[in-house]
């Protein structure tokens, strides 16, 4: 099992190899790697991919600590050093583009673009925080009910998405101290819309308008404020836009990738 020891943590990832471009996938909360293997199959004829499974999620497993997503973006550059790429393009959805645009701030040197799927710039909202902070109380103390899944469903995936079912069954094996922790670690982030001036990489902003998680106002806002950023948005895509709407997301990928 191909995996990277830092920060006394070890991460799981998913390398499809070869010579071409490299891209590396970061997956959003509460989901793991194979979010993106629509993206995968379709890339690696091409490109080489790398998907990883972040700090609390997927393979990785529970969180070692308490981090940050500047941790996270740290665990990310050292995996590329491990596999001896000087340089890719960082395509992260929500809470992986929050760890890829600190990435870009404080790794320059090893982006060389960014793909943005429904995410932001800004910390979390804070009408929405409480909503967020009680479902997760209430999931740590009574465990992941019917209700509280279609909650989560509704805010991840959106309506109707048929696979569904494969999530909610991850969701509950998830502990409560991991989840604990890896919430903390999203609603504590800070804001980097002041920083979004000094990402010199072309950036492609994808987002789904209708997103239940980030309003696309602020796709939009950050797509203005990167100095080489592109917003392309998905119609009746939620808020996990390359999963649930992969045949729209994926060609919008392939073109912004020509240009490396």
């Known amino acids: 099992m191909p995996t990277l020891q830092t920060g006394g943590q070890t991460l799981y990832y998913e390398d499809t190899g070869g010579n071409g471009k490299v891209v590396v996938f970061s997956h959003g909360l509460l989901m793991d790697r194979t979010m993106f293997d629509a993206q995968v199959t379709a890339l690696s004829k091409k490109y080489r991919v790398i998907t990883w499974d972040e700090r609390g999620h997927g393979n990785t497993g529970d969180a070692a600590a308490p981090f940050s997503y500047y941790d996270s973006a740290a665990d990310l550059v ?100 991991n989840l604990l922790q890896i919430f903390n670690t999203l609603v504590t982030r800070d804001d980097l819309t002041d920083s979004l001036s000094q990402i010199k990489v072309p950036a492609l902003v994808i987002h789904g308008d209708t997103d239940n998680a980030i309003p696309l106002a602020h796709a939009e806002k950050m797509a203005r404020l990167l100095p080489q950023g592109t917003l392309k948005v998905i119609p009746g895509a939620g808020h996990a836009a390359n999963l649930t709407h992969a045949a729209l997301v994926t060609p919008l990928i392939e073109t912004f990738l020509e240009r490396f």
């Open 78 to 177: 050292g995996l590329l050093q491990q596999l001896s790429i000087p340089r890719a393009v960082f395509a992260g959805m929500s809470q992986g583009g929050y760890l890829s645009l600190r990435a870009a701030l404080r790794y320059p040197q090893f982006v060389a673009g960014l793909i943005l799927i429904d995410t932001q710039a800004l910390p979390e909202n804070p009408v929405t925080l409480p909503h967020y902070t009680q479902l997760i109380n209430n999931w740590v103390t009574n465990g992941l009910d019917d209700q509280t899944a279609a909650t989560l469903e509704h805010i991840i995936l959106g309506a109707g998405y048929a696979d569904a079912s494969l999530w909610k069954a991850k969701w509950k094996k998830v502990t409560p101290a």
